[in-house]
C-alpha cells in the first residue's frame, strides 16, 4: 500500500500530472501512463511507465 502522504506529492514526470494508486500501479489521471509499484516503491520513470489506451490530454 503506497501511503496517501507520499501521493499527494507525487506527479506524473511526463506530464506533471496528478496520479493515483489503482490495481498496484500509480496511474496519472492526465495522460493515463501507469507506473509500476515494485518492493512498495513507486518507479516513476517514464520509460517503465505503460501507456493506456486513451489519452486524457486536449
Same mark, same amino acid.
Given at each position: 500500500?503506497?501511503?496517501?502522504?507520499?501521493?499527494?506529492?507525487?506527479?506524473?514526470?511526463?506530464?506533471?500530472?496528478?496520479?493515483?494508486?489503482?490495481?498496484?500501479?500509480?496511474?496519472?489521471? *492526465?495522460?493515463?501512463?501507469?507506473?509500476?509499484?515494485?518492493?512498495?516503491?513507486?518507479?516513476?520513470?517514464?520509460?517503465?511507465?505503460? *501507456?493506456?489506451?486513451?489519452?486524457?490530454?486536449?
Amino acid at each position: 500500500m503506497i501511503d496517501a502522504k507520499l501521493l499527494e506529492i507525487l506527479a506524473c514526470p511526463a506530464c506533471k500530472g496528478n496520479v493515483e494508486h489503482k490495481e498496484e500501479r500509480i496511474v496519472c489521471v *492526465q495522460c493515463g501512463r501507469r507506473y509500476p509499484i515494485q518492493d512498495g516503491i513507486p518507479v516513476m520513470l517514464v520509460d517503465k511507465a505503460e *501507456q493506456s489506451g486513451k489519452s486524457r490530454q486536449p
